[in-house]
């Protein structure tokens, strides 16, 4: 079953249109996210930038107030089966709601840089050779509890991944990517403008609560089977581990990630900063409160 929404809602000839198969994303400046609170977070902060409307119709009630939205905005939005909502966001992991969406594009290390310069205390995350969508999005979520607003990637594309946005639970809209290419490279660059750089290691290092951590911090994280690289280690100012029992081998990632920046702001008494992502602020959108009615089209 699927009900369409088109962008003309009251157009008469809807029921003539060809049956809705599936999605294929050819702009290469679009991209899909799915999962109900990545989607209300991205539509209380971007929906300007939401393309197209997916819902599930077991589910569709929930999101009444997002139809009510696209209808306004002119927005196409449908409403289709839970089998056909699979084929779409090409996952079954969507919650009942999928968006087509315009990509924006990851800050450059001197735009959040320049961003951030007034900035006493700051926290930057840098990811090495992490490329699993679930840790990605995991670490997206602990990013923004904390306050931290910068994660550092080599890669854009992990930044646009719909499964790591789906992960971070509405997390990435508080989190602004950083695409910085070798990290290597780009570690004296946050040196020259007062950044310590801390590398994370299972086996070396000082024990993470009997030191004080530095007021601007890139921290390094790297995948938990091999850790960060030796080279990146020995460019460190500084090495931290986590004890524990070392009845495993080590922590995963995100769980790591998520001790290191808790003992951050308990430390600082960490307070985030002024705004980094261009669509943290309220939404051009007018606020069409939270009514969760069915919008029937």
């Given at each position: 079953?699927?009900?369409?929404?088109?962008?003309?809602?009251?157009?008469?000839?809807?029921?003539?249109?060809?049956?809705?198969?599936r999605v294929s994303v050819e702009d290469p400046m679009e991209m899909k996210i799915f999962?109900?609170?990545?989607?209300?977070?991205?539509?209380?902060?971007r929906q300007d930038q939401i393309v197209r409307a997916y819902f599930a119709e077991d589910v569709a009630y929930r999101f009444g107030y997002i139809m009510k939205a696209c209808a306004?905005?002119?927005?196409?939005?449908?409403?289709?089966?839970?089998?056909?909502?699979?084929?779409?966001?090409?996952?079954?992991?969507?919650?009942?709601?999928?968006?087509?969406?315009?990509?924006?594009?990851?800050?450059?290390?001197?735009?959040?840089?320049?961003?951030?310069?007034?900035l006493d205390t700051d926290c930057l995350v840098a990811l090495e050779r992490l490329g699993n969508p679930h840790n990605v999005g995991s670490i997206l979520r602990t990013c923004a509890h904390f306050g931290v607003e910068g994660l550092l990637v080599s890669d854009a594309v992990v930044s646009?991944?719909?499964?790591?946005?789906?992960?971070?639970e509405g997390g990435a809209e508080f989190v602004q990517f950083v695409h910085g290419g070798r990290l290597s490279e780009a570690l004296p660059i946050f040196k020259a403008a007062g950044y310590t750089v801390v590398a994370t290691s299972s086996h070396q290092g000082e024990n993470i609560y009997k030191t004080d951590l530095p007021d601007k911090m890139l921290l390094m994280m790297g995948p938990e089977s091999s850790g960060l690289s030796d080279f990146l280690i020995e460019d460190a100012d500084q090495i931290i581990r986590i004890p524990g029992s070392e009845n495993v081998e080590s922590l995963n990632v995100a769980t790591a990630t998520g001790?290191?920046?808790?003992?951050?702001?308990?430390?600082?008494?960490?307070?985030?900063?002024?705004?980094?992502?261009?669509?943290?602020?309220?939404?051009?959108?007018?606020?069409l409160g939270g009514d969760d009615e069915a919008y029937d089209v």
């Open positions: 079953m699927e009900r369409e929404s088109s962008m003309y809602p009251d157009d008469e000839n809807q029921d003539n249109r060809p049956s809705f198969q999962g109900v609170n990545a989607c209300r977070a991205f539509f209380e902060h306004k905005a002119r927005k196409a939005y449908r409403i289709v089966d839970s089998y056909e909502l699979d084929k779409i966001a090409e996952t079954r992991s969507h919650q009942g709601i999928c968006f087509l969406v315009k990509k924006i594009d990851p800050f450059t290390i001197k735009e959040y840089l320049d961003a951030s310069i007034e646009q991944n719909g499964s790591s946005l789906r992960s971070a001790i290191v920046l808790g003992e951050y702001w308990r430390q600082k008494e960490f307070e985030p900063g002024q705004s980094l992502s261009p669509y943290k602020e309220d939404p051009d959108f007018e606020d």
